[in-house]
């Protein structure tokens, strides 16, 4: 059963930073493209960022580049999203999720993941 665990997050001042983890429980995340999403009260959960196989094939959202990035930890086995200048707009629960491609690019469209994390909250007000 693929599982995946989001970590780091938390309250955060306007312009203040956060660095989200997700890692896979029972699988490495190597091979899989991971995505991550956002989802605001009253709002649909949308895409902010993925990252391929291939860890130079990176995405964001237009709200959220030159302000975030999305990387791998080899070492820990971790992707991370770091979240910088942050804005209020960006309060939401943060998901993580994995899905196995041989596309090239990864893919910011929820529907191509079939994994997800349960999510952690991430607020961001003064």
């Known amino acids: 059963q693929v599982q995946l665990v989001e970590s780091g997050g938390g309250l955060v001042q306007p312009g203040g930073s956060l660095r989200l983890s997700c890692k896979g429980s029972t699988f490495s995340l190597t091979a899989y493209d991971i995505g991550w999403f956002r989802q605001a009260p009253g709002k649909e959960r949308e895409g902010v960022s993925c990252?391929?196989?291939?860890?130079?094939?990176?995405d964001y959202v237009d709200s959220v580049k030159d302000r975030f990035t999305i990387f791998r930890d080899y070492a820990q086995d971790m992707v991370h999203l770091q979240m910088n200048n942050l804005e209020p707009e960006d309060t939401a629960v943060y998901y993580c999720?994995?899905?196995?491609?041989?596309?090239?690019?990864?893919?910011?469209?929820?529907?191509?993941?079939?994994?997800w994390g349960q999510g952690t909250q991430v607020t961001v007000s003064s």
């Open positions: 990252i391929g196989v291939v860890d130079r094939f990176t």
């Open positions: 999720a994995a899905v196995k491609t041989d596309r090239t690019m990864c893919t910011m469209r929820r529907i191509r993941y079939p994994y």
